[in-house]
Structures are given as structure tokens and as C-alpha cells.
């Protein structure tokens, strides 16, 4: 009888945080939301925003919005949500 083991590795989810350079903006201002803590980022949603990928976008959502960053690290592929 033959048998082989395997060996799973459990990697950490990466720290991933926003700042809101001002959290509360007037109509027609923007404001910077940067993520930290990953390689790459995707925001959601794009209403308002000037990219959908990127450590830093500039918000100038037309109503309140609550905005998500997903987080990727690239060396194991786990990714991390802040809002």
C-alpha cells in the first residue's frame, strides 16, 4: 500500500485598511481613499470614483456612499475587504 502526504499552508489575510482623507464632503467635492496593507486594489462601487483600481482614488460620489476596497496579495492570492 502506497501513501503520500500533503501539506496545506494557512497564510494570514492581508492587513487591509482605508483612510478617508475627510469623511464627510460637500456636493460636488472630492475626497482621496487610500488602502494599505496589500498589492493590489479593487474599489467598489464605481459610481463616483475616479478609478476602480489603485491604492489611492479620488470619491465624489452624488450621495452618501459607503465604498469597498478588496485588497490582493499577490504572493499567495489572499485577499482582505475594508469599507
Not at 475627510?22 to 482621496?32: E, M
Not at 464605481?46 to 479620488?58: C, D, E, H, K, N
Request: hydrophobic share 30%.
Amino acid at each position: 500500500m502506497f501513501s503520500d502526504t500533503v501539506t496545506i499552508y494557512e497564510h494570514a489575510l492581508p492587513p487591509v485598511t482605508v483612510i478617508a482623507q475627510n469623511n464627510s464632503i460637500c456636493l460636488n467635492a472630492s475626497t482621496n481613499l487610500t488602502a494599505t496593507g496589500a498589492d493590489t486594489y479593487t474599489w467598489a462601487p464605481a459610481l463616483g470614483l475616479s478609478s476602480t483600481t489603485g491604492s489611492t482614488v479620488i470619491a465624489n460620489p452624488t450621495t452618501t456612499t459607503t465604498y469597498t476596497v478588496t485588497g490582493n496579495r499577490t504572493i499567495d492570492g489572499c485577499h482582505n475587504t475594508d469599507n
